[in-house]
């Protein structure tokens, strides 16, 4: 039966937000009305593609059979009628349309004759409309249907971190004008899924051009989906209200188009980060004028990069080109300016001195070269500044460590040729980095120790040369100090003992001579301990076995005498552990094959006495062995056959004798990568079959 129409005055708009979709008659005016003869009619002309809802099994048609054996009573010719119809209808077929009634991780009060305004993730406005629908990180698994177009008053559309809503966006999306926020990030969209929710190929036109209608839109955010192709910023321009635009990790390659200077001037945030984005800076950013946070980068700072910038010849691919554009320097409301890991070339713009406003500068991994302009390292309001991995330099930029508002300032990897500051005013540091800036010359010096706030100091591979400061032990909020590859002389100084913080400490390749300070028991937190190739002293402290969160010990290549300590126990997280090349003496105890973390064991060239204790067949994670140039003496374990991630065995230049255990050669599931023994002639005093060397 077809619709009929009647002739009546009816109210179009309800309390100034709604129009029904079925009717777009000016407030006041008298015309006739459809009149439905049923729900299933008013949907069907209304809200889903013709046979959907009739169709056994689809999530419109499931949706609807709920409707009508929750709220059967709903009468479509009136205006309320038709907004309970439209908004229960539309979250039904959302529930069953993404995997609802089995995957969803709380479903309360869904489907229930309740009104949606107390369903979990429904918020409505005091007349009963849904003006927010928000199931962030609920196990969303499916499309986003068109009936979504039912929530006409909505202005908040919050499914992000659900990672498998798939496929395209609605193009029904474009008629809920009423938006303000869509929040779409950490999903799968612009991708069609297999039923395990694994990405199996990318989708056309993800993003529909209706979304140009979104006149009130103030936020969208399509961050880490599968949207790809080229940049199309003029479905973007007509959203003249826009403020925040995120697409960072997605699929989006070719070059930034040139009208990127006609998005809505409202924008404040543009991230185009974690994509393939070829090409050169358009010079038109410099029109965005409002813009407090840009974001270019080849990868997201929190994420693996997708792949590298540069190919197998050192050509650049898949990343931003050419030079930075001075007319960023219009942008004088930025505060947050990202580049890095692209393969900009050139110098620093003096004109980003412009920008006074501006808090984090992240150019690292580039091909910047030259020295940093005054006008940028004059910027005082800078909060975190990283231009490691570049071609900068000679001079250090010094102002950058009298700036009290720096937070974390990386400088590492560049071609600087200077002296390490001996002055600092940075009482709100966190991290500082001058890693392989082998040409940093000077000493570390004792006005260190006013740098009360500093977390991380990595000075690894500079040209320091200087003893360590007593004073280094005031930093009692340091957890990583790594000055391996540097030029230290003189002890350790057990003030380091004081910083409980530590978490680690790399002093490798240096010139330290003295004793390993027991008084390290103190750092509780402590998790790596590399002192490696030095002229340390004296014997392995047995306080070490006190570090239950250690993970890794290197007290390899010094000058160490005396036995092995029994005391290791407490060592119950290590993971490495190497003695190579000291002088330690007595045999290896057989407590060490109580640390069921162990993986690596290195006791090469000392002299280590006694058997090997069949004890360490226990350590099932050992992937390498190495005790190699000692004066072990007996059988190789039987045990040893169950070590079944080993890949490396080292017992050469030994006393050992007797026949290497058939169950080693044939470990599984690989077989040793490296297995040498004294096999080398027919007099060898130990027989081998399946070595791959014979010392």
């Known amino acids: ?294 974001r270019v980068a080849q990868s997201d700072a929190s994420a693996v990069p997708k792949g590298t910038c540069i190919d197998a010849n050192s050509n650049p691919k898949g990343c931003i080109t050419g030079t930075i554009p001075s007319q960023l320097g219009f942008l004088t409301n930025l505060k947050v300016l990202w580049l890095f890991e692209n393969h900009l070339q050139g110098v620093l713009p003096t004109e980003l001195g412009n920008i006074l406003t501006l808090r984090e500068l992240m150019l690292f991994t580039n091909s910047l070269s030259g020295e940093i302009p005054a006008s940028v390292t004059g910027l005082q309001n800078l909060e975190i500044v990283d231009l490691s991995t570049n071609y900068l330099g000679p001079a250090l930029p010094l102002p950058f460590f009298q700036k009290p508002s720096l937070e974390v300032l990386s400088l590492g990897i560049n071609i600087f040729a200077d002296q390490f500051p001996t002055t600092f005013n940075l009482p709100k540091i966190r991290t500082i980095s001058l890693h392989q800036s082998i040409n940093v010359t000077g000493s570390l010096p004792n006005t260190i120790a006013q740098l009360t706030t500093l977390n991380s100091l990595d000075l690894y591979s500079c040209s320091l040369a200087s003893t360590i400061p007593t004073e280094i032990g005031n930093l009692t909020a340091l957890e990583a100090f790594d000055a391996e590859f540097n030029f230290l002389t003189g002890s350790i100084p057990l003030e380091l003992s004081r910083v409980e913080s530590l978490e680690s400490l790399n002093l490798n390749y240096n010139f330290l001579s003295g004793t390993v300070p027991g008084e390290f028991a103190f750092l509780q937190r402590l998790t790596f301990l590399d002192l490696g190739f030095n002229y340390l002293t004296g014997s392995v402290p047995p306080e070490l076995g006190f570090l239950l969160q250690l993970e890794v010990l290197n007290l390899g290549d010094n000058s160490l005498q005396g036995r092995i300590p029994n005391d290791f126990l407490g060592l119950s997280s290590i993971r490495k552990m190497r003695f190579e090349r000291n002088r330690l003496t007595g045999t290896i105890p057989k407590q060490l094959g109580s640390l069921e973390k162990l993986e690596e064991i290195t006791f090469l060239n000392n002299t280590v006495t006694g058997t090997i204790p069949p004890e360490l067949g226990n350590l099932e994670l050992l992937t390498s062995l190495d005790l190699a140039y000692n004066l072990l003496t007996g059988n190789v374990p039987e045990s040893f056959a169950q070590l079944t991630s080993l890949n490396f065995l080292f017992l050469e230049k030994n006393k050992l004798s007797g026949i290497v255990p058939q169950g080693i050669c044939i470990l599984t599931p690989d077989p040793l990568f490296e297995l040498v023994t004294d096999c080398e002639d027919p007099n060898a005093s130990v027989a081998c079959s399946c070595c791959t060397s014979c010392s």
């Open 1 to 294: 039966m077809a619709p009929q129409q009647i002739g009546t005055p009816i109210p179009t708009v309800f309390s100034g937000e709604f129009i029904s979709p079925a009717m777009s008659i000016p407030q006041g005016s008298m015309a006739p009305i459809i009149q439905w003869t049923s729900i299933e009619e008013y949907l069907t002309e209304t809200l889903t593609d013709d046979g959907l809802l009739q169709q056994i099994g689809t999530p419109q048609n499931l949706a609807y059979t709920r409707l009508m054996a929750t709220n059967p009573g709903l009468d479509p010719n009136t205006l309320q009628g038709q907004i309970d119809i439209s908004q229960r209808y539309s979250l039904n077929s959302i529930y069953y349309s993404t995997s609802g009634p089995s995957m969803w991780f709380s479903r309360e009060n869904w489907l229930s004759v309740e009104s949606p305004c107390g369903w979990f993730g429904v918020t409505c406005d005091s007349n009963g409309f849904v003006v927010e629908f928000s199931l962030r990180e609920n196990d969303l698994f499916g499309t986003l249907p068109s009936e979504i177009r039912g929530l006409s008053a909505l202005r908040v559309l919050d499914l992000g971190d659900n990672f498998s809503i798939y496929g395209r966006i609605p193009q029904s999306i474009g008629q809920l004008t009423k938006l303000r926020s869509i929040i779409l990030d950490a999903n799968s969209l612009g991708a069609e899924l297999d039923n395990s929710g694994t990405p199996v190929s990318l989708v056309s036109n993800a993003v529909p051009e209706e979304i140009m209608n979104l006149e009130n839109l103030v936020t969208l955010n399509l961050e880490t989906n599968f949207f790809g192709g080229q940049l199309a910023f003029n479905l973007i321009s007509p959203l003249t209200n826009l403020e925040s635009l995120n697409l960072r990790l997605n699929y989006f390659t070719g070059a930034i188009p040139s009208n990127v200077g006609e998005l809505p001037k409202s924008l404040l945030i543009l991230d185009l980060s974690g994509n393939t984005l070829t090409g050169t800076l358009p010079t038109e950013f410099g029109l965005l004028t409002q813009l407090q946070e840009l």
